[in-house]
């Protein structure tokens, strides 16, 4: 179990952008596979994107494909979830999770997979 803290939500217009960042409390997420779940009104709770700590090879839902990014920062300390075009259903609670055991990203990642979880930071886009 590791301690993960989420930032960067907030209100933004449809079309805008926001950054959120998934960091560990006072350590690395260099050796850890981190995902970005989001909770939707009137959805399960879904998996968005995954970078995997084998490789850094990532995952991306097909939903958010081409608009949404992550990535590692440069020293490799948190996970960046960069969401540009931003949509009204995009809008949600997103979370971070850690995982130590495969190490790896697919594409039927479940919430199950991760041990470890942050609180949450919500999105909300309106206009």
């Known amino acids: 179990q590791v301690q993960l803290v989420e930032s960067g939500g907030g209100l933004v217009q449809p079309g805008g952008s926001l950054r959120l960042s998934c960091a560990g409390s006072g350590f690395s997420l260099e050796d850890y596979t981190i995902a970005w779940f989001r909770q939707v009104p009137g959805k399960g709770r879904e998996a968005v994107s995954c970078i995997s700590a084998a490789d850094d090879s990532t995952y991306i839902n097909d939903d958010v494909k081409g608009r949404f990014a992550i990535s590692r920062d440069n020293a490799k300390r948190s996970v960046i979830l960069q969401m540009n075009s931003l949509k009204p259903e995009d809008a949600g609670d997103y979370y971070c999770?850690?995982?130590?055991?495969?190490?790896?990203?697919?594409?039927?990642?479940?919430?199950?997979?991760?041990?470890?979880w942050g609180q949450g930071t919500q999105v909300t886009v309106s206009s």
């Open positions: 999770a850690a995982e130590t055991r495969f190490l790896i990203c697919a594409p039927n990642i479940i919430p199950l997979d991760f041990p470890s």
